[in-house]
């Protein structure tokens, strides 16, 4: 039987986040999935928490934290630290991102036209986030064919949202690209992977420059397809030939930006020695008492059984599968059956899901002590060796407070700390641990 | 398990209804990265897919090349490949097919009309007006990766061969070795073999033909279920006794895994029996390696060895248990080609209409392993093995071949040393 020191259970941020922090201090990981998907949906951004009313990520965090219950109770300390070293490794794959726990929350305009607060983002979203300037406009710079991004719709939307203080003028345009017009198939990736050839860039870029009116500064929002593997080169390229600030609006999935995150993440880990395998369903697991002994997945001809000394588990959510719906209206963590935390199935629906407070549903998941170990209602823990993180994690709403980035790369830092003995007490995580080896940094 | 849950995840019609349209499988799928001809899994899958109750609605299902990721990168858990597979054959089914793919996919038939003949077919399919006309005749494309056939079978060489005793379930293995070892690479098959034997194992050989894979992959099912029938016929009284089925084709061994439940409905106790009976070579030997019973007396290779795991391999849901093996043979630096696919998915490139997409698929990996310098490169898949070599001109193997040389030289290392210690004067 394959054996690993850790068994990481989900392709997520958390997840990833866990097993690279897990390797870069030595530890053997394998990595299994259902599939892959949460970083694919979502637009690349990080986002930490922007409940209504925040002014900066660290702002919004303190709010949740006051709250009872919320996992940034636990994971406050993790956040600044995890952050960093995911700065730096994304930096190192060649995907830089701007902004801090400080950077002031702003308004990122939406492919329909809405608006959401954001603040640290992948540099190629980062001039979006720049003071307006008065008579600066935004001129919304669609593809022709290419249906998910749509200029005139998004600007009439655009123009109707309260943003103070937002661009003096917003128009829309389209650009007809070489050789697209002819495609059978137009969809995001398409043109992310054409922008990475450099001669059709080249073209394409000067076909957008002639769609740009005349006179006026502009910021331009293009839909984010400029490029998949080569996207800096894009983005310079760009800079420089429309001659005005650049941002991208990232569409429906896949979403590239998100792509290139996950992209950036698995390489990493792949580098650092996790073993990171896709398609890998979990089917069950081995326990002895309160420790889990192995985890077998779902193979052609019987379970792979990999033997592990600890589980982290990072399925996510109700949207990632890591929570379930029963037909008797009870909610269910498919795979260890942890006892999870949520509101009656009456109220699961009581809110406003896009509202202030959001759903009840939202904040359903697992409750954990603070080690991240999961707790039954009474705040036993359940399984010792097993780490919760990410959306997985009760007491969070994902969409109405906009934190689950922020929640997944701390709970996923703090659990490969714990696990590696560098933090058995709340308050050791706040210093350096000393078996810490910086490879990151 | 309620009737609907179970069927929610094991028939592939029904899992297109959890699809929920987020196109994570196009951003994986190797043929829409190169081919605007294909719309991508999503659209020839789930979404085709309820249109699907009379005359199949759209023909570009077909250039699905099976590699299957798309079904290992669905967060919902479409079969997607799966599904293809079937639109595929019903389609077939619905409009037929060309001689030239009935004849491609029956090996046993192109083994047993072309080893005989061996040298001058292998004659032929090395001369340029030969393969032109190939093209122009056979549809099979003049550039494209077709091996020489053996000179002799594995299995008349298995004949010649005496004194293999059956020696139970615990120390036997049933091999199945499969089209490619039989009529084209029958090395490999001594190697594996080899390799079995010096570990402990008796080695059988039961009757059998060609897995059906082959057939799968060209939509024609009935005719894949008669060679399934006589394979499960064949084996499942072993794999009932408890006998292990070993193959040396991550492909073959697939379908007996999986293919036969999972496309061609297979599903009797006999069918089941033999799934679970089966195993790649490299996943038997990793594991015995797990549990400390692997012979590790390797001789070094010093060398980097660019190594492919193909597609078939990462269906079978075990990882690449051949970089475990390559770890374990001295001054062996196996570099994983992090690259999705070699194109050739079995009879996919033969094709000539086909063959420009698979090059393109596989351009990337062959780059890379001619960029890295090395000598030859290693691969579990046979066809793939073939695309590889193909298009970098070096040789490309079985990772057991290179087991099985590592095994020779440590023993004629050894021997060596005792006939030197015997001769040494005191």
């Given at each position: ?32 999935a ?6 694919h ?44 070293a ?5 930096a ?21 036209g ?27 710079l ?144 081995e ?22 000394r ?8 109700i ?11 009870a ?67 994902y969409?109405?407070?906009r ?39 | ?7 929610d ?62 079904t ?22 619905q ?8 004849v ?77 070892v ?37 939509g ?16 499942a ?13 991550t ?23 033999v ?18 019973r ?36 001295p ?51 046979e ?44």
């Open positions: 039987m394959p054996s690993a020191d850790v068994v990481v259970i989900g392709a997520g941020l958390a997840g990833l986040t866990a097993a690279i922090e897990l390797a870069e201090r030595g530890a053997t990981v394998q990595l299994v259902k599939g892959m998907a949460a970083t949906w979502a637009h690349g951004g990080l986002d930490v928490a922007a409940p209504p009313g925040a002014r900066s990520p660290a702002n919004g965090v303190a709010r949740l934290k006051a709250r009872g219950g919320h996992p940034y109770a636990i994971l406050e300390p993790d956040l600044g630290p995890a952050l960093s995911t700065f730096a490794r994304l190192e794959m060649g995907l830089a991102y701007r902004g801090d726990l400080r950077t002031a929350l702003r308004f990122f305009p939406t492919p329909i809405g608006l959401r607060p954001a603040a640290i983002v992948p540099v190629g979203q980062a001039p979006a986030l720049e003071p307006w300037s008065p008579g600066e406009g935004l001129l919304l669609g593809i022709e064919r290419f249906r998910d991004f749509w200029p005139p719709y998004a600007a009439r939307n655009l123009a109707r949202q309260v943003w103070n203080p937002g661009p003096s003028r917003i128009e829309s345009a389209a650009a007809a690209l070489p050789g697209i017009l002819e495609l059978r198939n137009l969809n995001s990736l398409v043109l992310a992977r054409r922008f990475d050839d450099p001669s059709w860039r080249a073209a394409a870029v000067a076909a957008l420059r002639a769609t740009i009116p005349g006179k006026g500064r502009w910021r331009i929002a293009v839909p984010a397809v400029l490029g998949l593997e080569r996207h800096a080169d894009v983005l310079a390229e760009a800079g420089d030939a429309l001659g005005h600030p650049v941002f991208e609006i990232p569409t429906l999935p896949p979403s590239i930006p998100g792509l290139r995150l996950f992209e950036a993440l698995r390489a990493r880990a792949t580098a650092v020695g996790v073993r990171v395998q896709i398609g890998f369903e979990v089917a069950g697991v326990r002895d008492g309160d420790t889990i002994t192995a985890v077998a997945t779902h193979a052609a001809a019987r379970p792979l059984r990999i033997s592990t600890d589980v982290v588990l990072g399925t996510g959510g949207g990632g599968g890591g929570l379930r719906g029963r037909r008797d209206g909610l269910e963590e498919p795979i260890l059956g942890l006892p999870v935390a949520a509101p009656g199935s009456a109220e699961w629906l009581g809110g406003d899901l896009y509202g202030a407070g959001g759903v009840a549903l939202e904040s359903a998941g697992i409750r954990v002590d603070d080690q991240l170990r999961p707790v039954d209602p009474g705040g036993g823990v359940v399984l010792r060796n097993v780490r919760v993180v990410g959306s997985a994690l009760a007491g969070m709403r969409l109405a407070e934190c689950g980035d922020g929640v997944a790369l701390a709970s996923g830092y703090r659990a490969a700390r714990l696990i590696a003995g560098e933090a058995s007490n709340p308050s050791a995580a706040e210093a350096p641990g000393p078996a810490r080896t910086a490879v990151a940094s | 398990m309620s009737f609907i849950d179970a069927a995840v094991t028939y592939p019609a029904f899992s297109t209804d959890n699809c929920i349209k987020c196109n994570v499988c196009t951003t994986v799928c190797p043929v829409a990265r190169v081919t605007d001809l294909f719309p991508g899994p999503k659209y020839v899958g789930p979404q085709a897919q309820r249109f699907r109750g009379g005359p199949s609605p759209d023909a570009t299902v077909d250039l699905c090349s099976g590699c299957g990721y798309c290992r990168a669905c967060p919902a858990g479409v079969l997607i490949a799966e599904t293809n597979s079937r639109a595929r054959a019903r389609m077939v089914e409009r037929g097919t060309s001689l030239r793919n009935r491609i996919s029956d090996t046993d038939l192109l083994i047993r009309f072309g080893v005989p003949f061996a040298p001058l077919v292998n004659l032929d399919a090395h001369m340029p007006p030969a393969r032109w006309l190939g093209e122009l005749v056979g549809g099979v494309h003049r550039r494209a990766a077709v091996h020489p056939f053996a000179r002799r079978t594995f299995r008349s060489w298995w004949r010649g061969r005496r004194g293999v005793a059956d020696a139970g379930p615990e120390k036997t293995i049933v091999y199945f070795h499969g089209c490619a039989n009529g084209f690479e029958p090395s490999l098959g001594r190697d594996a073999v080899e390799v079995l034997e010096r570990n402990g194992f008796s080695v059988i050989v039961p009757d059998q033909v060609c897995c059906g894979l082959p057939m799968i992959s060209n024609l099912y009935p005719q894949a279920r008669r060679k399934a029938a006589r394979n499960i016929r064949s084996l009284s072993y794999a009932r006794r408890g006998y292990r089925i070993v193959t040396t084709s492909s073959c061994g697939y379908t007996l895994k999986a293919e036969y439940h999972e496309m061609l409905d297979l599903d009797d106790p006999e069918a089941r029996a799934s679970e009976a089966t195993w790649d070579i490299c996943e038997l030997l990793s594991e015995l390696h797990d549990d400390g692997l012979d590790t007396r390797l001789a070094p290779m010093a060398r980097d060895l660019p190594y492919h795991p193909p597609c078939q391999l990462k269906a079978h849901g075990i990882g690449t248990p051949a970089m475990d093996l390559f770890a374990l043979i001054g062996l630096r196996a570099i994983d080609s992090n690259h999705d696919c070699c194109g050739a998915a079995g009879t996919y490139g033969l094709k000539k209409e086909r063959w420009q997409i698979a090059h393109d698929v596989g351009q990337p990996l062959f780059e890379k392993i001619v960029a890295s310098g090395a000598a030859d490169a290693a691969c579990d898949s066809t793939c093995r073939w695309q590889i070599s193909t298009a970098t001109g070096l040789p490309v193997r079985h990772p057991v071949e290179y087991l099985a040389e590592s095994y020779r030289s440590y023993a004629a290392a050894a021997a060596l040393q005792g006939a030197m210690g015997e001769r040494r004067p005191r």
